[in-house]
């Protein structure tokens, strides 16, 4: 079932600007994970934010966890070129069970 | 390269055929959880396995469809009599030992391209 889901499904920026992807979930959370693909590879993990932690940086990147809205936000400030990729947010819920992710965003940061 | 490995990259079967795609988690991790992703789509999760264990394949089609980590040697995630249906980017991701499925970061490996002709 699809727990995460991303808005918008698609941005597009100029270099420089600012990028906020919002993933917003339906269940309780354990912790709730950002990650980025590049086209044509593998996920690489960006942040993880626990259900008891408001906001995390990490670098340009920030993340924002509201338990009370069941939501979270990624924001790039300062894009670049290579931020274009699709992100995508996964949460974990109590227990031992795997991570579930969103369909993602596609991030085009536009030189 | 110390990273997850994936192994083919690509891989072509026609209908009817078995598939085999490998994964060597990274070095050091001992959880290995495989997933699917369509086209445009987020991952899908189809099995969690430890070292000779499956400890949840709730996301494993029942028919078809089988996963294995033994004691030795790479993760095999294999589809026998491979359908249209099962053409996707299939990706093997890994975690330490003393971790559970949720609560570390996932090492994802570049995947296999699955196309059934």
């Known amino acids: 079932s699809q727990q995460g889901e991303e808005d918008p499904q698609a941005l597009s920026i100029q270099e420089g600007e600012n990028a906020t992807m919002n993933c917003s979930y339906k269940t309780s959370i354990n912790n709730l994970q950002w990650y980025r693909q590049n086209s044509g590879r593998g996920l690489v993990h960006l942040i993880l934010i626990r259900s008891n932690e408001r906001e995390k940086h990490s670098g340009r990147l920030r993340v924002t966890l509201d338990t009370s809205k069941k939501s979270s936000s990624l924001l790039i400030t300062a894009s670049r070129a290579a931020d274009t990729a699709s992100y995508f947010c996964?949460?974990?819920?109590?227990?031992?069970?795997?991570?579930?992710f969103g369909k993602g965003t596609r991030l085009s940061v536009i030189a | 390269n110390a990273g997850v490995m994936q192994n083919p990259r690509h891989l072509v079967r026609r209908r009817g055929q078995e598939a085999r795609l490998r994964c060597s988690p990274m070095k050091g991790h001992s959880h290995v959880y495989w997933y699917r992703q369509l086209p445009e789509e987020g991952l899908k999760f189809m099995v969690y396995l430890q070292k000779e264990n499956i400890i949840d394949e709730s996301g494993m089609p029942k028919e078809r469809f089988s996963a294995e980590f033994p004691k030795e040697g790479p993760s095999i995630l294999r589809i026998q009599q491979v359908v249209r249906g099962d053409s996707a980017a299939y990706f093997c991701a890994s975690s330490p030992p003393g971790t559970g499925a949720n609560n570390s970061p996932l090492h994802f490996g570049n995947g296999t391209r699955l196309t059934v002709t």
């Open positions: 996964a949460t974990a819920t109590v227990g031992n069970t795997p991570l579930v």
